[in-house]
Antibody
């Protein structure tokens, strides 16, 4: 069965960096685009970034463009999100989600990132 | 940018009642509108994609409809496990591909 498991969250100081990981299993990872979606505490969902199935293209929400980088390693079935210059507004649960013809059909349980001094 | 609004913000109903949730786009969007359910402490779950197609394993009491700027999620008869927050989601740009979610509707027990 499809499984996505995020890791790498934690408490980080403003201005610092953090890298999130998402381990995928149960499906042909290299055949699917992947997204990161985040949710601030008590708030709604915000799309963050997408990466093409082969890693050749990446796109970002304006709120993270220039600070976050999405990448993947298809040989390891891994998705990543490198987050730099973090601010309190980046505090959220970060979910990885699989793209199936434009729909987000499977989600991981999420990993919490807290940006605080 | 296309903005999705959802109404009402909160819907208070009893089990067995019908729930009608609205999602409105600021301009006409494609049929690639989706609905998600989220329960406290859980990840969102895909319910409906492409306006009216139920995702795998989703009960028939969930249905979606709409076109243009107005879309609806209907739960025909609420079960206890349906009390949750519901989000609509749309791809708002073909190129570059950009996506957005509505602010959500909370369905709680009356």
């Amino acid at each position: 069965q499809v499984q996505l498991v995020e890791s790498g969250g934690g408490v980080v100081q403003p201005g610092r960096s953090l890298r999130l990981s998402c381990e995928a299993s149960g499906f042909p990872f290299s055949s699917h685009g992947m997204h990161w979606v985040r949710q601030a505490p008590g708030k709604g969902l915000e799309w963050v970034a997408v990466i093409w199935y082969d890693g050749t293209k990446q796109f970002y929400a304006d709120s993270v463009k220039g600070r976050f980088t999405i990448s993947r390693d298809n040989s390891k079935n891994m998705l990543y999100l490198q987050m730099n210059s973090l601010t309190a507004e980046d505090t959220a649960i970060y979910y990885c989600t699989r793209d199936q013809v434009g729909r987000f059909d499977y989600w991981g349980p999420g990993t919490l990132v807290t940006v605080s001094s | 940018d296309i903005v999705l609004t959802q109404s009402p913000a909160t819907l208070s109903l009893s089990p067995g009642e019908r729930a009608t949730l609205s999602c409105r786009a600021s301009q006409s969007v494609s049929v690639h509108l989706a609905w998600f359910q989220q329960k406290p402490g859980q990840a969102p779950r895909l319910l409906i994609y492409d306006t009216s197609n139920r995702a795998t394993g989703i009960p028939a009491r969930f249905s979606g409809s709409g076109s243009g700027t107005d879309f609806t999620l209907t739960i025909s008869s609420l079960e206890p496990e349906d009390f949750a927050v519901y989000y609509c989601q749309q791809r708002i740009s073909d190129w570059p591909p950009l996506f957005t979610f509505g602010p959500g509707t909370k369905v709680d027990i009356k």
